[in-house]
Nanobody
Framework: QVRLVESGGGLVQPGGSRNLSCVVS????????MGWYRQAPRKERELAAS???????NYADSVKGRFTISRDNTRSTVYLQMNSLKPEDTAFYYC?????????WGQGIQVIVPS
């Protein structure tokens, strides 16, 4: 059974940094694409950043220059380094992975940046 487990969330002061991690377990298959989505209160879930197995990245305009996504294929782990955090970054952050044509999600982890 494939599982995605996020860690690293919490309360962060404006301008601060946070590093999210997501470990994928239960599969030995390659993971072509991994990503982080986020859902702010009363808003739809949106892509924050994604990364392919070759390291090609994609970012939402709202996080470009502040967030960095990376992955360790040997550990089936994807990271999201978040810098210069703003109150509008407050959201639940969800790890996402595409494996053998299926899509998997983590349970979500909350990041709160107070105004």
């Amino acid at each position: 059974q494939v599982r995605l487990v996020e860690s690293g969330g919490g309360l962060v002061q404006p301008g601060g940094s946070r590093n999210l991690s997501c470990v994928v377990s239960g599969t030995s298959s390659a993971i072509p694409t991994m990503g982080w989505y986020r859902q702010a209160p009363r808003k739809e879930r949106e892509l924050a950043a994604s990364i392919t197995s070759l390291g090609v990245t994609n970012y939402a305009d709202s996080v470009k220059g502040r967030f960095t996504i990376s992955r360790d294929n040997t550990r089936s782990t994807v990271y999201l380094q978040m810098n210069s955090l703003k109150p509008e970054d407050t959201a639940f952050y969800y790890c996402n992975a595409h494996i053998l044509g299926d899509e998997y999600w983590g349970q979500g982890i909350q990041v709160i940046v107070p105004s």
